[in-house]
């Protein structure tokens, strides 16, 4: 999983890069410190992993993961090259979904590109440049498809439709998310690469005093309103504290949340975010050798599952041995009690695999 994180400059975007990631992305108080994309991969934390792991005292214990690309703010005038626009716009065409970093805190010491605090503003701002971008995209898509129907082949005349569909809600200034297709129309949409089409999480960038009662914060609710049209994800962070609790251990940084009020750390808000809005789910692997998390679309088939471990163990899958984490747990962590109390089955390839099933996949090729 690979995502973007975007924004106008100094909105606080390497800052959040840096505090997750400890990769150390150069983060400064002038516009286009970023230029290339820094990416940093964080794991994802899963206690069912760390309890599998301490059960077989595996030799190898694998996470999720999830890449993070820290691409450079972006300003008006982004789609017609202003602030080397194009080349960060490409970068954002390269992920999965945007996390979209806006600033919803007064600070005299931290400039603002515009000038002023306005949430709103700032993200139809980058909402126009992306906009501009898929519009030119699609103009040349769409005067092709026409080219090529000169002919009389009408068969590419269901992928104009939709071609011209989008670009009507774009020329209104309204974003691609917010369109709904179906099954068929949908793998074509994603296949244009639209930036307004990706999926977005709304980081509202809070003050330090401001964290514990981010919901109360008035330029937070104005970022979730926009979401909430939209179908997108929000979720408030102050960047400053995820930077200092970076530098702390595990004990060190549940005392600093508990002082501060919170339950959870801005990060796991994230990852919990990113794996609700792109419908990502994963399932364990467990044994003396390794114990693993594998991130798989929810929906996915044991067969496809299987081939996320291997494309051999897809191409000859027999069936899957399963069992519900939760079962595993209540059952001791015995395999042998599992199959006692019938908690361990046998699926076949119609099987939609459920987060948290630890499976064994049995192949023949």
């Not at 800052?15 to 990631?21: G, R």
């Not at 519009?135 to 009408?154: F, H, Q, V, Y």
């Not at 996915?300 to 471990?309: L, N, S, V």
Request: charged share 30%; with cysteine; hydrophobic share 40%.
């Amino acid at each position: 999983m690979k995502l973007g994180i975007v924004g106008l400059p100094n909105v606080g975007k390497s800052t959040l890069f840096n505090a997750i990631t400890k990769a150390g992305a150069e983060a400064a108080n002038y516009p286009f410190c970023t230029i290339e994309p820094n990416v940093g991969v964080v794991t994802v934390p899963d206690p069912r992993i760390t309890k599998l792991h301490e059960i077989y005292n595996s030799k190898k214990t694998v996470y999720a993961t999830i890449e993070f690309c820290d691409i450079a703010g972006l300003v008006k005038g982004a789609s017609k090259g202003e602030g080397l626009g194009n080349k960060f716009l490409g970068h954002i065409r390269e992920v999965e979904a945007i996390v979209h970093v806006v600033r919803c805190f007064a600070d005299d010491n931290v400039v603002h590109v515009e000038g002023s605090i306005n949430p709103v503003r700032d993200i139809e701002t980058i909402d126009t440049e992306l906009i501009l971008s898929d519009m030119e995209i699609l103009e040349r898509r769409i005067a092709k498809t026409k080219s090529g129907m000169k002919g009389g082949d009408k068969s590419a005349m269901p992928q104009l439709n939709i071609m011209e569909r989008i670009y009507e809600r774009l020329g209104e200034g309204k974003n691609a998310r917010g369109m709904e297709f179906d099954e068929e129309e949908e793998p074509f949409v994603k296949s244009l690469g639209l930036l307004s089409y990706k999926p977005v999480i709304y980081v509202a960038n809070v003050a330090e005093d401001e964290v514990a009662s981010a919901d109360e914060n008035p330029y937070v609710m104005a970022v979730k309103d926009i979401a909430e049209k939209e179908g997108s994800q929000v979720v408030a962070i102050c960047a400053e504290i995820e930077a200092e609790m970076a530098e702390l251990d595990d004990e060190e940084r549940a005392e600093f949340l508990a002082e501060l009020g919170i339950e959870e750390s801005g990060l796991d808000k994230l990852i919990k975010a990113s794996y609700a809005l792109l419908n990502l789910i994963s399932f364990l692997t467990a044994g003396e050798d390794e114990c693993r998390a594998w991130t798989i679309k929810e929906g996915t088939k044991a067969p496809q599952a299987a081939g996320k471990i291997h494309t051999d163990f897809e191409r000859g899958f027999i069936r899957a041995e399963t069992i519900a984490y939760d079962k595993f747990i209540e059952a001791g962590g015995s395999m042998a009690a599992c199959r006692e109390k019938g908690y361990l089955r046998s699926e076949g390839k119609e099987y939609v695999v459920k987060d948290g099933d630890i499976i064994t996949f049995l192949f023949n090729v």
